[in-house]
């Protein structure tokens, strides 16, 4: 109903795990590394807990539109499930047959072994994810074990991430589970959003859903973090409500008044956020009811019910009207600590930059119309190009007469900054309107952004708050390179790629007698892909190829300022 009022193309606070809608906070950020983190090891087991309705499935979902097609993925939703029916939902996941009428844990295994066996010798990977890991018995556990005794002198063949609630943690410490718990490999807690970030979580699922003015006001947001504690699911069910209490008031915006009737709905009455002052005059009527009588107060216990309008309200005691006051004074966010920037190549010094507190905003003296060829134009002076966009308005087309290509995508941050590349990013301001801007330079949790004709500093969380995920960037392409080489194919970039990686690898590089991309050159790329925290799938495409140019010191900008080697290879 509110969609078409609000003007939305979609509704913004759906519960369903949209990989789009994922707001990238500083701790998803941590969480989806640790989980590729996990996907670049050797194999074994991943854990990423939090508490409910925190974002682990999303999280987990966007990592899954990341991975390459060389990796065959098995999901269980619902593992509340015997061994033997475990072991056949594994099976159905990887399409690996079974007899209809068994029930013998040891031909399921084996098959399973078999299986992973010979995805390994295609150069395939098999990773087994498993959401609310929570509900799984020790017994269930154990066998999942089981199941990664199966290696090579390398790794193990099966990599296993459990997602589920903070009594998995407690699950894997106990000593029966000790020799899983050893296993894991990359472990992280996914916690709730501070109320800045609620702020910007509710600005960026309302971009998404294609709304570009301010819905809702500082006000109602502070009382949203209050009534939430910055839960995301808490905060979706709590803001879908509260856009339909406005459109049935018939107001443009979700005032502070709507947010609170909104959450009490909810909350079904049982819950209620006590504002400070009235907190403090309960407690004290609290200490008048126990120094008039012991006896009277006890029989109370720790709360008074007090009936309003056939609605129970509870009344906390003192210490939780203490807990309340502490709560209230944590929502002044305390300043951000400066730290000294370094970003290459910027010609400015970082401390001259001007500051900008809250968004990007394009300037008043620049058409709006010009900022795409502007970005590019910044974007060509960091590889020491002069681009006109009058002259040339493809700027990619003009990128492949300069020996570079254009690399489009769309995702997070944390995506753009493993590529290490500036670029170009679409934004958009406070009526709904794109201008384009370019990233040149990351440290921290801040980024550089030239904004026109201005270099300035500004948080990658407002970055976010503003950026639909789109970006381009460049990235300097060897000869004959015609697009991504996989294991097995013959291709004439294969010389070249041995050579440099020899190099970057400190090693003796055999003499070459075809094109062939051979098991050996694809162990040794695996090995590279590794060392960069890159997902070591054998692949030969953009994100190694930028990775393997920083690394041979070619003359190229980078977002994180990383020093160039001197032994530039000339063929490269």
């Known amino acids: 109903m509110y969609k078409e009022y609000f003007g939305l193309q979609e509704l913004p606070f759906s519960i369903a795990p949209d990989p789009r809608y994922l707001y990238m906070s500083e701790q998803h950020r941590e969480a989806l590394a640790h989980l590729i983190y996990g996907f670049n090891g050797d194999g074994g087991f991943v854990l990423l807990t939090g508490e409910v309705g925190a974002g682990k499935t999303t999280v987990c979902r966007c990592l899954l539109e990341q991975i390459p097609e060389n990796i065959d993925i098995a999901f269980i939703l619902n593992p509340k499930l015997s061994v033997q029916e475990l072991l056949a939902t594994i099976c159905d996941e990887f399409r690996i047959k079974y007899p209809a009428d068994n029930v013998s844990v040891k031909v399921y295994v084996d098959l399973i072994n078999t299986y992973l066996l010979d995805a390994h010798s295609r150069g395939r990977q098999a990773v087994l994810l498993i959401d609310e890991a929570q509900n799984l018995d020790p017994d269930i556990l154990e066998q999942l074990r089981l199941l990664t005794n199966l290696e090579t002198n390398q790794q193990k063949l099966l990599q296993i991430i459990l997602i589920g609630q903070p009594e998995l943690r407690d699950k894997l410490s106990k000593p029966e589970l000790l020799q899983l718990s050893q296993r894991v490999t990359a472990r992280y807690h996914l916690g709730s959003l501070s109320k800045k970030e609620v702020g910007n979580y509710v600005k960026h699922r309302l971009s998404v859903a294609g709304l570009r003015y301010p819905l809702f006001p500082d006000s109602a947001v502070k009382e949203l973090y209050r009534q939430s504690r910055g839960v995301p699911r808490i905060i979706n069910v709590i803001c879908d409500r509260a856009l339909l209490g406005a459109y049935v008031q018939k107001k443009d915006k979700v005032k502070k008044s709507i947010l609170k009737k909104a959450a ?157 590349r500036p670029a170009v990013l679409r934004l958009f301001n406070i009526h709904g309107l794109n201008f384009y801007v370019t990233i040149t330079a990351v440290k921290g949790d801040s980024a550089i952004l030239v904004v026109g004709k201005e270099s300035v500093r500004i948080s990658l969380e407002d970055v976010e708050s503003q950026w639909g995920g789109d970006y381009t960037l460049l990235w300097k392409t060897p000869h004959y390179y015609k697009g991504s080489i996989e294991p097995g194919k013959r291709n004439l970039l294969i010389p070249w790629l041995d050579r440099q990686l020899a190099f970057v690898q400190n090693r003796k590089r055999k003499i070459r007698a075809n094109i062939r991309y051979d098991e050996e050159l694809v162990s040794h790329v695996k090995k590279f892909q590794r060392a960069e925290g890159l997902l070591p799938d054998g692949i030969i495409g953009p994100q190694t190829l930028m990775r393997l140019n920083t690394a041979l010191g070619t003359k190229i900008p980078t977002l994180k300022g990383e020093k160039s080697n001197s032994n530039d290879k000339k063929d490269s």
């Not at 709905?265 to 407690?283: I, Q, Y």
């Not at 009527?285 to 008074?304: H, N, T």
């Not at 944590?330 to 300043?335: H, M």
């Not at 394009?362 to 002069?386: E, H, I, V």
Request: include cysteine.
């Open 264 to 420: 009490a709905e909810v909350f079904g009455g049982a819950r209620h956020s006590f504002p400070l002052k009235k907190a403090r005059t309960w407690s004290l009527v609290i200490l008048a009811v126990i120094a008039v009588g012991a006896v009277f107060a006890a029989s109370y216990y720790k709360q008074i019910r007090v009936i309003e309008t056939d609605t129970f309200v509870e009344i906390p005691d003192v210490e939780s009207m203490e807990e309340e006051s502490l709560q209230e004074e944590s929502l002044i966010e305390e300043p951000l600590k400066e730290e000294p920037y370094f970003a290459t190549p910027v010609k400015e010094s970082i401390d001259e930059l001007p500051q900008m507190t809250y968004a990007v905003q394009w300037p008043d003296d620049q058409p709006l119309t010009k900022s795409r060829g502007m970005a590019f134009q910044s974007l060509y002076s960091q590889w020491n190009l002069t681009y006109g966009p009058e002259k040339n308005p493809d700027a990619c087309a003009y990128a492949q007469t300069k020996g570079l290509q254009c690399y489009q995508k769309s995702g997070s941050v944390a995506s753009l900054i493993l590529f290490n």
